[in-house]
């Protein structure tokens, strides 16, 4: 079992930045796993964000945030970050990662985290 947990949200200005943490706990290898954040603004559908595969070269990213965001990981401490910067409000929303057994992160997700919410203000 993978419990993952998402730190680093809050409320930010335009233009800013901020740093998501995705750490993981329990029996796990977490440099087996693949990893993509999701946000969720309210009322609308979740929508990916990037992931980043067990090869740390191996990244994606949502049309909307490449070039202001980046995925990289750390798996000596099992954790992926996500540096968001050039932050807009259209980034607000609640940010969770997903872990899957796999080479890319592609669905189904094996673990999901609760999430963090982000603010981004005019």
């Known amino acids: 079992q993978v419990q993952l947990v998402e730190s680093g949200g809050g409320l930010v200005q335009a233009g800013g930045s901020l740093r998501l943490s995705c750490a993981a706990s329990g029996r796990t290898s977490f440099s087996l796993y693949a990893v993509s954040w999701f946000r969720q603004a309210p009322g609308k559908e979740r929508e990916f964000v990037a992931s980043?595969?067990?090869?740390?070269?191996?990244?994606g990213y949502a049309t909307s945030v490449k070039g202001r965001f980046t995925i990289s990981r750390d798996n000596a401490k099992n954790t992926v970050f996500l540096q968001m910067d050039s932050l807009k409000p259209e980034d607000t929303g609640v940010y969770s990662c997903?872990?899957?057994?796999?080479?890319?992160?592609?669905?189904?997700?094996?673990?999901w985290g609760q999430g963090t919410q982000v603010t981004v203000s005019l």
């Open positions: 980043i595969g067990r090869s740390a070269g191996n990244t």
């Open positions: 997903a872990a899957t057994y796999r080479d890319y992160a592609t669905p189904p997700y094996d673990y």
